[in-house]
């Protein structure tokens, strides 16, 4: 079915980047935008909203507030509006519970038109007749029905998808998960003899701590092995936390893509480090668990990379693992086998059909304009792009924070004029000379 209606932008997945560009162009009635997601609701990584964990940036890196503290759909007004103003007075703390930011997107989500759950895009192609747009085909995934929509300019905002190595591929699947599953098979944990989990970032780390809080009461063996040199902390200092500002961002955006390639895996620990907190809890667990005990029943692994798995005929899991440093090989067995091996960017197939039109670098990355818009062959229809930029903006391309400024940019260039301001100091420190 044909939708005659031309937007001025369609966008392509509904995560917290996109939903935040649906809701600064809510406030601008020109502006005539459309935004589709598969889910059925917005859910921000269903599996992880583990009770007690924390959003990993202050409640001001919301939606909305970074751009226009003013805004209706401002976390404060979410507090407000929920009358719960007085509780988070007392609460005195800059971070929120993150099933509390989960809720807070989804009722955000519930009050704008333009954002259509439960549709998944099919195809994207570009379009010559008389005049230049893009034709997005979407199914309504309720009732099966296909219709074809037309916008000026796509945004892809279609996030990450959990990486999980070839050999723990094609195992059953309530064993051997990523931790994006970790709440879904929680309960198969709790009758497990042995538990496992491989990684060393936030994610294994609040895994393990949930692990760890319920093992004595359930009784299972739990291990925690990781490549790296140890369970390293996250880089919170604040003149650290200045690289994920615009500030950040436009330097390292100028420096030739040598260099960029050079500098970007040097920096993990500014984003793939364990929060200080969460590493305190798990000591502390730790400590008060060898009070009175000869030996513990965990285990914590370093130094060791996993280079496959197998089933046992028993049924549990071995898995084969190399020291780092002494090249030794060594084998451990366990029940459940929990990976923590990160995320990669989700490029949606129908990017194919585009492929003549997108400038790739000889990596096969997309190149990126600096106000993140896809290089391409012809700039008559802009495609932006919120996810698989870290290549070109830096390591703060998924801070929720700095979210909010590439929002600004891409609205100022979507609609013509300055609607936001962009201040070009923002911190104390210089990047350049």
Known sequence: MRQDSMYDLIGVGIGPFNLSLAALLDDQPEANPLFFEQKGKFEWHPGMLIEGTKLQVPFLADLVTMADPTSKYSFLNYIHEHERMYQFYFLQRLDIPRREYNDYCQWVSRQLESCRFGHRVTDLRRIEDGESYFEVEVRDLENNETKVYHAKNVILGTGSVP???????????EDVFHTAEFLRYQDRCRKAESITVVGSGQSAAEAFRELLKEQREHGYRLDWITRSSGFDSMEESKLSLEHFSPDYVNYFYQLPQEKKDEIFPTQGLYYKGISNHTVTDIYNLLYEYSVGEEELNVGLQVLSEVKGIEQNPEGDYRITCRHVETDETFTHDSEIVITATGYQPLVPDFVESLADMIEW??????????????KTVDQRNQIYVHSGISHTHG?????????????????NHLLGRNVYHIPEKNIFQKFHV
Do not use: C, W
């Open 163 to 173: 990486a999980m190595p070839k050999s723990f591929q094609g195992l059953p699947e």
């Open 361 to 374: 670098d000889d990596k096969g990355r997309y190149k990126v304009e600096g106000d993140y818009r896809l």
């Open 395 to 411: 390591v703060g391309s998924t801070n929720l924070g700095l979210a909010i400024h590439r929002n600004k940019v891409i609205v």
